[in-house]
Structure formats: C-alpha cells, structure tokens
C-alpha cells in the first residue's frame, strides 16, 4: 500500500497539470459548440416601443376606488376594524412630550468629556447672635390671613399718579397756591414771547386723547392697612468663604475659575435651648414659615450698610422697618465699607452733614428701599451681581440655568432672623449653607455623585455663644443702697417691654429681702409719631421676689488693727415667677450688653420722639441698624 500511495503522489506532482489543462481545453471546446447551435432572439424595435407604450398606459389608467376595495377585500388585505383604531386615534392622540429623550442633544465643546464631581461646601464663620424686641410696620391681616384694603390711601395714591387733588398731588393749600402763581406768572411770559396763531381747537383734541392715554397706562395702586405689632427676635449673622467656594466648584464642575458660581439657595438655622437642669437641648430646626409670617408681610425695610455685592438675597433675611426699637449687630462690621462706619462731618445747610454722605446702602432709613425686600419678590440693590455665568457644561448633562445672583467678593454675609424666641429664655444657633445642585440630571459624573436631588447642604457651623432673650419685665442688680444703716438694700433696673407697641421703658427701683422687685410708677414713653414723649404710669411689677442680698460698705473683720471699711458689689438671689432661684450680680448685670443695648435704645427713643418715624426719616444721632 505504501508503494501504490508513493506511485500516485508521483504521478500526480508529474503530469497533475497536464490532466487540468486537457480537462479545461475540453469544456471550452463543449460551451462553444452550444452556444453555436442555439437560435438568435427575434426581437425588432417597434416590438419593443409597442410593449413600452402599452405597459405606460396600463400605468396611467386610473382604477376606480370601489375596484381597488374589491380587489383587496378579494385578496383579504382590508382590516373591518380600521375606522374603530382611527377614531380611537382621535380621542387618544400621542403626546409628543412622552417619547422626548431624558437629556437635551448637545455639541461637543472645550472641556467636554472631563468627569465631574460634588462640589466640597464650608460652614460659615464668624458667628454672633444677639437679641432685639421692637415695633415692626406691617401689613394688617383680617380672619383669613389676608391684607385689608385701606380704600381712603388707595383714592390718594391714584390721584397722586393721576395728578388730582391739587397741583403736582400737593394737598397743602399754600403749597397749591404758590405754584399757581408762579405757574401764571410764567405764562404770562410765555405768552409774551410767542408770535403768529395756532389752531386751538385741535391742539385741545389732541392733548385729551394724550390724557385717555395716559389714563389707561397709569394702573391703579392697591394699598393695604398696616399696623405695628411688638416682636422679639434672635439675630444671627456669619461669614461665608465665596472665593473658596468658587475655587471648590471650579475643582468639581471642571470650569474656569472666572466662571464657576455657586448658586445659593438659603440658610438653614437650628437651635438648642438651656434646658432648667442646666443642660442644652437636642439641636431643633427653625421655623421658617413662622418666620415668613412676618418676613413676607413687611410693607418696608430698613436700611443697609453692607455693599449689594456681599449681601445675596438668598444668604441674607431682609430688616423690616421698626416704628419701635432699633436695630442691633445686624451688619458684619468688616464687610461695611470704612466710610460707612463712621458719620461724615456737618456740613452747613446739609441736615448735620447726613445727606450726600455716600454711604452704601441707602443710610436715609428702610424708605429708600420701601416695597422691595421680600414683598416685592427681589431684594434691594441687586443691581450688578449678575455676574459672567455658565453658558453650558458641554456633553453629558443640560445646560444649567445661570440667572441666577451671583458675586466675586471674597466673603459674603449671611444673617437670619428668628422671631419664634421666648421670653427669658436661653439659645445658641448654628447655620449652614445649602445650594442648588449643580449636577441634577447629568450623566458625565464620577461614581457616587448625586445626581437627584434638587440642592446639597453644607456641614454645620461652630455654635454661637449663647444669648438670652430678657424677659418682657427684667431686673438687673445695679448698686448697693444704704438706707438707715442696712446694707441689704439693691437699686436693681428695671426694663419693661410692651408686646402690644414694642416700646421699650426703663425705671430703677430699690428691694431689699422679702420684697418685690418693681411697681407702679411714673416714667417717660417714647412715641414714634413724632408728638414726644410722655409721662405715663406703668406697671413694672417683674413678679420677681428678693431673698437675700449684699453688698454696699462692710466693715474689715476685727483681726485687723483698725475696722476700716470696703465697698463691695451688690449680690442679691432672686425667686422667679416658676419658684427658680437665680443670683443678680453687680459686677456681672452692669456690663450686659443685652441691657445696656435696652438702656441706650430706650434713651434714644426718647431722643427721637419728637419726630414721625417714617420710613425714609432717621432718628437723631442714630442709624437705627448698629454694627456688632
């Protein structure tokens, strides 16, 4: 086998292609010859024209409408349903909306393709509480929480607008008469300078379709009552670091530093409270629709002192305007530009030197701002913090909407405003920043970003000191009296607070042990509509009860070669209303700068009782808005 298998390979690599070319010679040889032998196609021009033109009318010939149905009813094509689906059709259109894709098609642009990350949020800094009651201006609500309508300032303001009730709207009779001399007087030489006749007639019509005109474009002004009501409140100011919050959104979103602005939405503000034990509370949200309840309901605000551009809208609560109290450590000193910290010098015929002082922020009180704020919808002054934003971020996500303030300042304020406080009662705050989320719905982000949720918070803040809202009747130890030799007599202050006003009043009074601190008596009440103040009799019974009590001379002990005296603070220990005893110290209660601030605030409003407080009018000597 192996010598006939050598014998094939042989003969194959030896006359192998000689076989292939005879195999191949043969088949063409075959192929021709039947090709030969086949009959020619008998096909002549005008056949194929004739064929052409007949198969072109067969084409055009147009076919009946009830033969096409036939034919497909014959052919079973035709669906006996098809008028019942378009009907359905009709009543159950599809909404377009329903097959949008999730993201927005976008280009491709510089940076595109670069993975995203969560912006690092910080804490503010810098933070100080401190308490306030006054008289704040607001709108009068009825039963449904709604604003009255005061028909009688509605009438006048329309006619202001529309230049009734006398010239210019000028209700002052001398005021009116004066300006319609000065008026005739100039038209008289008006008339005496003009030459040739004019069509009376039609001018007249055409000044009255002017009028209709400006009839119709001037809309009537609603004006609303409004009233003061006494609110305590906690104010709470910080820091914030834009820069570094610039720089970390830049980091995260893969944007230019000059771009890059975080857009912020509020300042979230929780509590603890001194619990009697001594101990604080678990820290507790703020209310913040109690607080709206007052902060959307303020017709005015007062004024500012910190630049627009370190003042966002959203990290700052608005200051409503106060017919009672001043305002207290509501502005960041550092962020006051220096010639705002200080009173500019008098000026002759410039109202002690205040108007045209530049100071930022409107220093003429809360009217130079009156109807913005909160009620408004925008806050004052947010002129120029619409900075260079965002156009888009490219591939992977929507194009983000950049309308929104943004500022360049290093650091910004923030301040918040809790009215939700009780009286004699002991609180520190901490605050943090939330955002909104500048990764909502985008896909070119890294693992674990959150792509969900509408804004991200920022970690809490340090807690403030604590700050103790006085009580409607506080006592403090002011100094020991000596009164027929016995020196357990303390000349305490006593600081009166009238919820219903907001006014502020202050009386000294002296008790000793067993006796109540405070009674009735005479003191000066401040007004706010300008007719001064008055001599009043009020109640400062603080329903608090003396112990026992110290201080005054006290002789050395007798170890001593001469019993020589000393003067010692006053101490007393006092019985509150719910049976809790606390120690009022001289040292302690004369440097309280929650009473002091009582104290200089109440000698200021007796100061400024001579004149209406307005909105738009400053008290003298004060801004109504100190720096902390």
């Known amino acids: 086998m192996a010598n006939a298998a050598d014998k094939l390979k042989s003969f194959a690599l030896?006359?192998?292609?000689?076989?292939?070319?005879g195999l191949a010679a043969t088949l063409l040889v075959a192929f021709i010859g039947m090709a030969a032998t086949r009959p020619t196609i008998d096909l002549q021009p005008e056949q194929l024209s004739k064929a052409a033109e007949s198969a072109e009318s067969n084409i055009n010939q147009r076919q009946k409408e009830e033969d096409i149905l036939a034919k497909l009813e014959e052919s079973g094509l035709k669906n006996p349903g098809f008028l019942a689906i378009v009907e359905n059709q009709k009543t159950n259109a599809l909404k377009p909306d329903d097959f949008r894709v999730r993201l927005e098609w976008v280009t491709p642009e510089p940076g595109a393709g670069l993975i995203r990350d969560t912006p690092e949020l910080v804490a503010?800094?810098?933070?100080?509480?401190?308490?306030?009651?006054?008289?704040?201006?607001?709108?009068?609500?009825?039963?449904?929480?709604?604003?009255i309508i005061d028909d009688a300032a509605t009438k006048a303001a329309n006619q202001m607008a529309m230049g009734e009730g006398g010239i210019g709207g000028l209700a002052d009779p001398k005021q009116q008469e004066e300006l319609r001399k000065r008026r005739e007087e100039e038209e008289k030489r008006l008339r005496k300078s003009l030459v040739g006749k004019v069509n009376t007639a039609k001018e007249k019509e055409e000044a009255e379709k002017k009028a209709a005109l400006l009839a119709e474009s001037v809309a009537p002004q609603q004006k609303y009552k409004e009233e003061t009501k006494g609110k305590r409140w906690v104010v709470v100011t910080g820091v914030l670091d834009n820069k570094q919050l610039k720089d970390n959104w830049a980091t995260a979103l893969k944007q230019p530093a000059q771009s890059a602005y975080p857009n912020y939405k509020e300042i979230d503000l929780e509590r603890q409270q001194r619990m009697p034990n001594g101990e604080w509370s678990e820290w507790t949200a703020v209310d913040k629709a109690k607080n709206y309840q007052v902060l959307d309901n303020i017709p005015e605000v007062d004024a500012e002192l910190v630049p627009d551009t370190r003042r966002l809208e959203a990290l700052v609560d608005p200051l409503p305007f106060l017919r009672a109290g001043y305002w207290t450590a509501v502005h960041v000193a550092k962020l006051v530009p220096a010639e705002a910290r200080e009173l500019p010098k008098a000026q002759p015929g410039m109202m002690g030197g205040m108007m045209g002082s530049g100071m930022e922020g409107g220093m003429m009180g809360g009217g130079m701002m009156g109807g913005s704020?909160?009620?408004g919808g925008m806050m004052p002054g947010m002129e120029g913090m619409m900075g260079s934003g965002m156009e888009g971020y490219g591939m992977g996500g929507?194009?983000?909407?950049?309308?929104?303030p943004k500022s360049d300042e290093p650091e910004l304020m923030t301040r918040s405003l809790d009215f939700t406080v009780e009286p004699d009662t002991t609180y520190r705050y901490r605050s943090r920043v939330?955002?909104?989320?500048?990764?909502?719905?985008?896909?070119?982000?890294n693992p674990g970003v959150d792509t969900e949720s509408d804004v991200l918070r920022g970690p809490w803040s340090e807690p403030t000191d604590e700050v103790t809202v006085p009580a409607d009747v506080a006592a403090y130890a002011q100094a020991p009296v000596s009164i027929n030799r016995r020196n357990d007599i303390v000349a305490f202050q006593v600081v009166r607070w009238d919820p219903e006003s907001g006014q502020t009043v202050v009386k000294n009074d002296d008790a000793g042990p067993g006796e109540i601190v405070g009674e009735f008596g005479t003191t000066q009440v401040p007004s706010s509509d300008g007719t001064g103040a008055s001599s009043k009799n009020i109640d400062f019974n603080s329903n608090r009860i003396v112990l026992d009590s110290i201080g005054g001379r006290q002789l050395l002990p007798s170890i001593f070669p001469e019993r020589n005296q000393f003067e010692t603070p006053a101490v007393a220990m006092v019985v509150r209303p719910d049976g809790a005893v606390v120690v009022r110290r001289q040292s302690r209660d004369k440097a309280d700068e929650v009473r002091a601030d009582m104290?200089?605030?109440y000698r200021q409003a007796i100061q400024d009782s001579g004149k209406k407080r307005d909105p738009g009018m400053m008290g003298e000597g004060g801004y109504g808005a100190a720096m902390p």
Not at 14 to 21: A, F, S
Not at 398 to 404: K, R
Not at 434 to 445: E, F, I, L, M, R
């Open 14 to 21: 030896h006359h192998g292609e000689k076989v292939g070319v």
């Open 124 to 147: 503010p800094t810098e933070l100080a509480a401190f308490p306030g009651r006054g008289g704040i201006l607001m709108y009068a609500l009825d039963d449904k929480g709604e604003k």
């Open 373 to 375: 704020g909160m009620m």
């Open 398 to 404: 929507p194009t983000e909407d950049t309308n929104f």
């Open 434 to 445: 939330v955002v909104v989320n500048p990764n909502k719905n985008h896909t070119d982000v």
């Open 599 to 601: 104290e200089n605030n």
